[in-house]
């Protein structure tokens, strides 16, 4: 199985300050084929199912603000909130779909300093 | 829109089979060519994918599970179902169904169910 080790657990951002996720995989999730990145980030907050924001390392899904953003490649990627609102307030996963069993990073929460 | 609604007990004594139903609304199960998944998150902890079917029955399992897994479609009721035999209290999850986006199996989840909480205990 390909291992998501995210950094850091949780971090303290101040509203409107920018927010940074790491997510690193143990195999490159890069489709040498296609030159996608099998690499999706999700948002879940209190009680709720997460939420794709994220999905070829750095497409948007329909509906995302687009203070959220993906980049990396090959092992490493980030995830940027530009401008960190109220609402963001949420653990953010990483999950690699390059190949069966999908997996997914620990998690990271994100507060408000 | 497509949604997704799990139901199925909240409490499943040890050795026993958890069973759920996913059921979609908003569109036909077989119409869309889709995969579905089961996901599921112990309290306090994070996501561990269970398996996924297509609508025309083919499996996929996660190794972690896989002796004791079984998936099935049900076309006519737009349903799709789960059953873990033999579950522990490390079975003890928030259980999601969720499609897998643009109709293939290597792709991120778009669409996810609001979750069942089931509880393993005596």
Redesign the interface.
Known sequence: DIVMTQSPNSLAVSLGERATINCKSSQSVLYSSNNKNYLAWYQQKPGQPPKLLIYWASTRESGVPDRFSGSGSGTDFTLTISSLQAEDVAVYYCQEYYETPPTFGHGTKVEIK | QLQLQESGPGLVKPSETLSLTCTVSGDSISSTSSYWGWIRQPPGK????IG?IHYGGST?F???VRSRVTMSVDTSENQFSLKLRSVTAADTAVY?C?RH?GND??????I????TMVTVSS
């Open positions: 994070g996501l561990e994918w996924t996929y996660n190794p972690s999601y969720a986006f199996l290597y792709h991120a989840f778009d996810w169910g609001r979750g």
